[in-house]
């Protein structure tokens, strides 16, 4: 089983709606946890982190974390064309080696 | 602003030789990663780095080396290039503290021919 587990997708939404990513991990005694949107050719670039349970508002991006269901959640309200992108998740676990754990990323694409 | 920077955007190289990707940071760091990435494969790192002089094989080391001598200093050494190693190359840097998030380099997109 992969630590960190996003849809793959790709995904595709019409210019407007709410995107939805979803991302599930498997160390419960994770902390912190990141999204990172990369564009085609670019690096990663850190767009939300999130530390405890609830929900985080920054603009039109909310993260949501459930701890209890190892669970973090983007939403992208009123999408635009210029969301496309690759999404990526990344859960920080103190204790491990490693710390920082990302999943496959998935793939966004808003329709005009 | 936090900065990583990798030495170069763009190379060409030939198999068999011996390439060297440089990463440095400037906000005094403890964690360095390298980490290359290939289309449906995602992020898959490579090494890592949690102090000077240490270093730790993440899931992909095979063919590569690193090394960190100083703090701010995490290069990736390809010790005879192969074609298979044609990728996007990126490193990262995070703080130790848990509650903190990575910074990329812009990658290096390397090519063996």
């Known amino acids: 089983q992969k630590e960190v587990e996003q849809n793959s997708g790709p995904l595709s939404v019409p210019e407007g709606a709410i995107a939805s990513l979803n991302c599930t991990y498997s160390?419960?005694?994770?902390?912190?946890f990141f999204w990172y949107r990369q564009y085609s050719g670019k690096s990663p670039e850190l767009i939300m982190s999130i530390y405890s349970n609830g929900d985080k508002e920054d603009g039109r991006f909310t993260a949501q974390l459930n701890k209890a269901s190892q669970y973090v959640s983007l939403l992208i309200r009123d999408s635009q064309p210029s969301d496309s992108a690759t999404y990526l998740c990344a859960v920080k676990t103190p204790g491990s080696a490693r710390q920082l754990t990302f999943g496959s990323g998935t793939q966004l694409t808003v329709l005009p | 602003d936090v900065k990583v920077t990798q030495s170069s955007r763009y190379l060409v190289k030939r198999t068999g030789e011996k390439v060297f990707l440089e990463c440095v940071q400037d906000?005094?760091?403890?964690?360095m990663f390298w980490y290359r990435q290939d289309p449906g494969l995602g992020l898959r790192l490579i090494y890592f780095?949690?102090?000077?002089?240490?270093?730790e094989k993440g899931d992909i080391p095979e063919g590569y080396s690193v090394s960190r001598e100083k703090k701010e200093r995490f290069s990736l050494i390809l010790e005879s290039a192969s074609t298979n190693q044609t990728s996007m190359y990126l490193c990262a840097s995070s703080l130790r503290q848990v509650d903190t998030e990575a910074f990329f380099g812009q990658g290096t997109r390397l090519t063996v021919v």
């Open positions: 906000m005094d760091h403890e964690n």
């Open positions: 780095s949690y102090d000077v002089k240490m270093k």
């Open positions: 160390d419960r005694v994770s902390q912190s």
